[in-house]
């Protein structure tokens, strides 16, 4: 495999016009990483909302706000009336559910409209075609209101500067707020839309706590095992008794992710490791992990993961909610998404959240998640414009307990959802109508908060509480690397299917596997490395 890492095979792997475009356009290598004015840039204030008291209160160190029940009746966003009064805006981003119903069909999307005082057009583009409809776009120059940048963007400094908004003298320190809601985001969600000097988009926040290892915790009840391994051996023996292979009953399913759980109980980086504003790619940790590959082929060969799950996409989550694996690694939304895709029909069903313990006892680590999922840049337009925008995207940023967003993210009560007490919960209609991708254009931050059974979020909150103790964020978080935006992802790719697979299954050697390693240097590391070590000096004199 380490042969045939090369950049022109990375190309021809799936990288698609967007690549293409950029490295036609640079060489083979890319712009300069932009440094000169980025340090100088100041982020927005961050003014947190306060009207609504959370039942379990979130933390500066990343524990979100959980609430038991929605307000009765609901703080009202914009009792001045509808803030964004204008002409019509177009946002174009992604979605990965259905596509809802048009907004001659929405009820929802029509209410929006009208709460916001002008028309919102979203064009909406399924996932995987999103980074070739994007370079088509920017490629044509007839480019909408709003736009979502993604990480993996090509020449992102050079693009942003020459057709987008400079925001900061709207947002920059106290600006922001003249828009509370988008001051309600946190710091470091913001970090992200800093590039060419300036303030170049708004923020979609996520969670700090990132991924959960999943358990099923009726299966762990009914077989009276405790949730909490001290160790990769008690954890191995957990995953032994949770297995049955005669049943196809097993501990895990996605090799990939078990391997995660287990580079946590190893200490192992997010991403990178930065030691004096040096990196090092966590893959490039030789003995960590050769050790952390020894384990798992101990699982594969305790037979404990799902034998499809080398072979097999997109089936972990049944697996999960069927119960043919019981801990499954997955996003932290999975949890509500889980309960209300599973439990409707199975009253036992029940999940919790486990945490790595350390490889040979004591504490492992939790790796963090991306602060933010992406930005929405808003195309060069006169002043007023912009200020309408804006408006518009902060009323899209309405915190938890306001009617905006109760309607955002759940419609027109009567049509779309029902109460049960003081909560909404989605009907039919609703649960169409309100994939509306309102969270890719920007958002509140997330709260943990499940109208159904409220009894969920203390188990949420207190998962996180242990989670934020452990953590450890990704350092290269922030910083702009052009190769790693447009060939590190399938490069990582080509190893963690091909190669890390092939180890954990006995069917690649260590040897391969170093080659695999110094074939990624060669391709795409160094040059990624570089490109942050340089930024992180730009940022840190």
């Known amino acids: 495999m ?38 100088q840039v100041r982020l927005p204030d961050y003014v947190p909302y306060k009207s609504v008291k959370a039942d379990f209160p979130g ?107 400079d925001l900061s003298p709207h947002l920059s320190g106290s600006a922001v707020r003249d828009y509370p809601y988008l001051a309600n985001i946190p710091t470091k969600s913001w970090r992200d839309t800093i590039c060419a000097g300036g303030i170049y988009g708004l923020p979609m926040p996520r969670l700090n706590t990132g991924s959960v290892m999943f358990y099923r915790a009726d299966i762990f009840k009914e077989k009276s095992l405790d949730p909490n391994p001290a160790s990769f051996q008690e954890f191995k023996k957990l995953c032994v008794e949770l297995s049955d292979p005669r049943r196809s009953k097993y501990a895990c399913g996605d090799p990939l992710t078990t391997f995660y759980f287990v580079m946590e109980m190893l200490h192992a980086p997010k991403d990178w490791r930065e030691t004096g504003g040096r990196f090092t790619w966590w893959l490039e940790e030789s003995e960590r992990v050769k050790q952390g590959l020894d384990a798992m082929r101990q699982l594969v060969r305790a037979r404990v993961i799902h034998p499809d799950g080398f072979t097999v996409k997109g089936k972990y989550k049944d697996w999960f909610g069927n119960g043919q694996i019981a801990i499954n690694y997955d996003g932290a939304t999975a949890w509500n998404d889980n309960l209300r895709a599973y439990g409707a029909g199975n009253p036992k069903f029940d999940i919790d959240g486990m945490i790595a313990p350390g490889f040979d006892g004591g504490q492992g680590v939790h790796w963090a998640g991306d602060s933010a999922y992406g930005m929405l840049a808003l195309k060069k337009a006169p002043r007023e414009r912009i200020e309408q925008l804006l408006r518009a995207l902060n009323a899209l940023a309405a915190p938890f307990g306001t ?114 390693i110094r074939d990624w240097r060669r391709s795409v590391g160094d040059k990624t490395r570089g490109e942050f070590e340089t930024y992180w000096e730009s940022l840190h004199r």
Request: hydrophobic content about 40%; glycine content about 10%.
């Open 403 to 516: 009617d905006g967003y109760l309607l955002r993210k759940y419609g027109v009560a009567g049509h779309d959802f029902g109460f049960k007490g003081t909560d909404p919960i989605l009907n039919t209609v609703g649960t169409t109508e309100n994939t509306l991708p309102t969270m890719f254009a920007t958002d509140a931050p997330q709260v943990l908060y499940f109208p159904e059974d409220p009894s969920v979020v203390p188990r949420q909150h207190a998962f996180q509480e242990r989670a934020v103790d452990i953590l450890v964020s990704n350092p290269a978080e922030g910083l702009y690397s052009e190769t790693d935006s447009t060939l590190g992802g399938t490069a990582k790719n080509l190893i963690l299917e091909g190669t890390l697979k092939g180890v954990m299954q006995g069917r690649t050697t260590l040897k391969e596997w170093d080659a695999a």
């Open 2 to 39: 380490g042969a045939h890492l090369t950049r022109r095979n990375l190309l021809r792997a799936g990288l698609g016009v967007a690549a293409g475009a950029s490295l036609a356009a640079c060489g083979d290598g890319g712009p300069a990483v932009p440094l000169a004015d980025d340090a």
């Open 59 to 165: 933390t500066e160190a990343g524990v979100l706000n959980g609430y038991l029940h929605y307000p009765d009746p609901p703080v009202r966003a914009f009792p001045d009336g509808p803030p964004a009064k204008g002409p019509g805006i177009n946002f174009m981003t992604l979605i990965f559910n259905p596509v809802p119903p048009p907004v001659s069909r929405n009820t929802l999307w029509r209410e929006l409209n009208s709460s916001l005082g002008t028309d919102l057009d979203f064009e909406i583009v399924p996932v995987a075609d999103y980074p070739t409809k994007f370079s088509l776009t920017i490629a044509g120059g007839d480019l909408p209101d709003g736009m979502l940048f993604l990480p993996t963007a090509p020449q992102r400094p050079a693009t942003l500067n020459a057709l987008f908004e």
